[in-house]
C-alpha cells in the first residue's frame, strides 16, 4: 500500500475498481475479497478502491466498458481465458496483463496495452517461479505502472488514445467469435 501512495504522489491518482464473485464454499477466494475491502478501508480516500459484488455478464457490460485500463494478473500458467479482456478491448481499454491466455496473443507493447513481464520488462526476471513470485510480480506491475502506464495516460494523452484504439483495430477485430470459429475450421477440421 505504500508503494501505491507513492506511485500516485509521483505519477498521479488512481482509482481501483475490483470485480467478481465467488463460490459459497470458497473460503480462499472470500478471504481474497476480504482483503481487498480491508486495504480499500487502509487507503481511505488517498486511493479510493471499490469492489463490485455479483460480476455477471450485466456488471461486466459496464465494468469492460467503462475503466481506463483492463488490468489481469495472472500466475503464469494458471491464467483463465481473459475473455473480460477481450471485451475491453472492443471498447477501447488497453490491457496491462501478465502475458498469458488470450493475452499472449494481443500483445504488441505500448501499442494494444503493455506487458506486466515478458522480455520488455526488466523487472520480470524468474516472474514464473520460485518462493518469493508474489513480490516479484507485485515489483514487475509497479515498475510498468511508474515507468509506462501511468506515465502515458497523464502526460502524454494523444498516444494513449492511439493506444485505445489500436486496442479497438487490433485487439478487437482479432478476439470475435466470426475469427475463432475459422481459425477452429481451418487448423483442427482442415476445412
Given amino acids: 500500500m505504500d508503494r501505491l501512495r507513492v506511485l500516485t504522489a509521483e505519477v498521479g491518482p488512481l482509482q481501483l475498481m475490483f470485480a467478481g464473485k465467488t463460490h459459497p464454499r470458497d473460503e480462499d477466494g472470500k478471504a481474497m475479497i476480504r482483503g481487498v475491502y480491508e486495504a480499500g478501508q487502509a487507503l481511505g480516500d488517498g486511493i479510493p478502491v471499490a469492489y463490485l459484488v455479483n460480476y455477471d455478464m450485466a456488471l461486466a457490460r459496464l465494468v469492460c466498458a467503462g475503466v481506463d485500463v483492463w488490468l489481469n494478473t495472472p500466475l503464469p500458467p494458471l491464467e483463465a481465458s481473459g475473455t473480460s479482456g477481450m471485451k475491453a478491448a472492443v471498447n477501447g481499454v488497453p490491457s496491462l496483463s501478465g502475458l498469458d491466455g488470450r493475452w499472449v496473443e494481443g500483445h504488441i507493447e505500448g501499442v494494444t496495452g503493455r506487458a506486466i513481464g515478458g522480455p520488455l520488462d526488466p523487472a520480470s526476471e524468474g516472474l514464473a517461479s520460485g518462493a518469493d513470485v508474489d513480490a516479484r510480480h507485485a515489483a514487475a506491475l509497479y515498475h510498468k505502472l511508474a515507468t509506462s502506464v501511468l506515465p502515458c495516460f497523464y502526460r502524454d494523452r494523444g498516444r494513449f488514445l492511439q493506444i485505445m484504439r ?11 467469435s466470426q475469427r475463432m470459429v475459422w481459425q477452429y475450421l481451418r487448423n483442427a477440421y482442415r476445412v
Avoid at 489500436?166 to 470475435?176: D, E, M, Q, T, Y
Fill in 166 to 176: 489500436h486496442a479497438i483495430a487490433l485487439n478487437g477485430a482479432f478476439f470475435n
